[in-house]
């Protein structure tokens, strides 16, 4: 088969399930060639600010959820998110990501609206801003939209409603995600979800149809990563023999199918993938991915933020999460995109062809 050829569903189902390093790595030389032909050989990092822990959803796998009482909850002050960003700017990152719990209420949202403001006043508009601030109404992303951030990255997190159901409490709405999804794309957001890969009751199958929505919905981006247990969550306290090893090799394959199918959307090398494995963000792009997000979040507060068991660099400044960045990019034959805001192509020809259709009209 070459590059170009599609999968049925059964083969990449086959390949989900497949255990066998040599195969597999055949598999994501594959991807790696569809990468580096749709969105080229540079590598482009989005600087992740995970701003504040408080949280008003209670997902049953997140280490941040309201419920879990052992975590102390903490607030980024304005400078602190502004002096994060100016640095992602002289660094010449070209991309920040605002990340945090979920807050739907207006104080939040006008937080939100100035701070964006304020990050493109001093950074001469340079900065790409991602957000990744959960489900919000029409008029909040509308207004975020308008204050300069472009990006929306809100996973999915499976597109089985079945399997959404038995990971979160009855009071979070699988259509709500998606009909927020929808909105965002309608907008004109660049828009980007994902999906946890290796939840418990997940099927190949379940996976192969989560490809299938992201084709479906169009989506510009993809930030999906391995499932990792936290042991103060109800659903990680159910999960016996967590093989971390094989968890990472099902991800990697999951992002090497998706690069196939979808081809020229940006697709994120997650944290996750190195909490597996030292090296898993690396072998997250020769598995054909082009996204970084190097952590900014001040160290004194990393700690705050564990989605999950062993998430890592708890103890690295974004200085030193630079350094040991760069050298592991250049070892897989990859450069940063520095200066460069890397938008996805997915998007540049999505727009084009909007605005082709209008002139047209
Ligand atoms: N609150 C926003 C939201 O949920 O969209 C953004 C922050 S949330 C922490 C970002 C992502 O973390 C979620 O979409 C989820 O997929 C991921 N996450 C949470 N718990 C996780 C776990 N135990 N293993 C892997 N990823 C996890
Ligand atoms: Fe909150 Fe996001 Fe964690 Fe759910 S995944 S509990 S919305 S931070």
């Given at each position: 088969?070459?590059?170009?050829?599609?999968?049925?569903?059964?083969?990449?189902?086959?390949?989900?399930?497949?255990?066998?390093?040599?195969?597999?790595?055949?598999?994501?030389?594959?991807?790696?060639?569809?990468?580096?032909?749709?969105?080229?050989?540079?590598?482009?990092?989005?600087?992740?600010?995970?701003?504040?822990?408080?949280?008003?959803?209670?997902?049953?796998?997140?280490?941040?959820?309201?419920?879990?009482?052992?975590?102390?909850?903490?607030?980024?002050?304005?400078?602190?998110?502004?002096?994060?960003?100016?640095?992602?700017?002289?660094?010449?990152?070209?991309?920040?990501?605002?990340?945090?719990?979920?807050?739907?209420?207006?104080?939040?949202?006008?937080?939100?609206?100035?701070?964006?403001?304020?990050?493109?006043?001093?950074?001469?508009?340079?900065?790409?801003?991602?957000?990744?601030?959960?489900?919000?109404?029409?008029?909040?992303?509308?207004?975020?939209?308008?204050?300069?951030?472009?990006?929306?990255?809100?996973?999915?997190?499976?597109?089985?409603?079945?399997?959404?159901?038995?990971?979160?409490?009855?009071?979070?709405?699988?259509?709500?995600?998606?009909?927020?999804?929808?909105?965002?794309?309608?907008?004109?957001?660049?828009?980007?979800?994902?999906?946890?890969?290796?939840?418990?009751?997940?099927?190949?199958?379940?996976?192969?149809?989560?490809?299938?929505?992201?084709?479906?919905?169009?989506?510009?981006?993809?930030?999906?990563?391995?499932?990792?247990?936290?042991?103060?969550?109800?659903?990680?306290?159910?999960?016996?023999?967590?093989?971390?090893?094989?968890?990472?090799?099902?991800?990697?394959?999951?992002?090497?199918?998706?690069?196939?199918?979808?081809?020229?959307?940006?697709?994120?090398?997650?944290?996750?993938?190195?909490?597996?494995?030292?090296?898993?963000?690396?072998?997250?792009?020769?598995?054909?991915?082009?996204?970084?997000?190097?952590?900014?979040?001040?160290?004194?507060?990393?700690?705050?933020?564990?989605?999950?068991?062993?998430?890592?660099?708890?103890?690295?400044?974004a200085g030193m999460c630079r350094f040991c960045l760069e050298g592991r990019i250049a070892s897989v034959g990859e450069s940063v995109g520095y200066g460069e805001q890397g938008d996805a192509p997915h998007f540049l020809r999505r727009i084009q062809h909007t605005q082709g259709n209008h002139s047209a009209a």
């Open positions: 088969m070459t590059p170009m050829q599609a999968y049925t569903d059964t083969e990449m189902a086959n390949w989900l399930e497949s255990t066998d390093p040599a195969q597999l790595a055949t598999l994501y030389q594959k991807a790696y060639a569809v990468k580096q032909q749709f969105v080229g050989n540079k590598v482009y990092y989005r600087g992740l600010i995970e701003f504040s822990n408080v949280c008003q959803k209670n997902c049953l796998y997140c280490g941040i959820r309201r419920g879990n009482t052992n975590v102390e909850r903490y607030e980024m002050n304005d400078t602190e998110i502004l002096e994060a960003a100016c640095w992602a700017h002289q660094q010449r990152y070209g991309s920040i990501v605002l990340q945090g719990g979920e807050r739907e209420t207006p104080a939040f949202t006008k937080r939100i609206e100035d701070l964006l403001n304020q990050i493109h006043a001093k950074t001469n508009n340079e900065l790409g801003i991602t957000l990744s601030l959960g489900e919000q109404s029409e008029s909040t992303y509308r207004r975020w939209l308008a204050a300069g951030a472009k990006r929306y990255l809100l996973r999915i997190e499976t597109s089985n409603p079945d399997l959404y159901s038995s990971i979160h409490p009855s009071d979070h709405d699988f259509d709500r995600r998606v009909a927020c999804l929808k909105t965002l794309h309608n907008l004109g957001w660049q828009t980007g979800t994902g999906v946890m890969i290796g939840l418990p009751g997940q099927t190949a199958m379940d996976l192969v149809k989560d490809i299938h929505f992201f084709k479906k919905l169009d989506v510009d981006m993809i930030g999906m990563g391995p499932y990792i247990p936290h042991n103060d969550t109800p659903l990680g306290q159910k999960v016996s023999n967590f093989d971390g090893a094989r968890q990472l090799q099902r991800a990697l394959t999951m992002i090497a199918l998706t690069r196939m199918q979808l081809r020229d959307v940006n697709i994120a090398a997650a944290t996750a993938l190195q909490a597996l494995n030292p090296q898993g963000r690396e072998r997250g792009i020769e598995a054909g991915a082009n996204i970084i997000m190097p952590n900014l979040t001040e160290t004194r507060y990393r700690t705050g933020y564990q989605l999950y068991n062993g998430k890592p660099c708890m103890d690295e400044n």
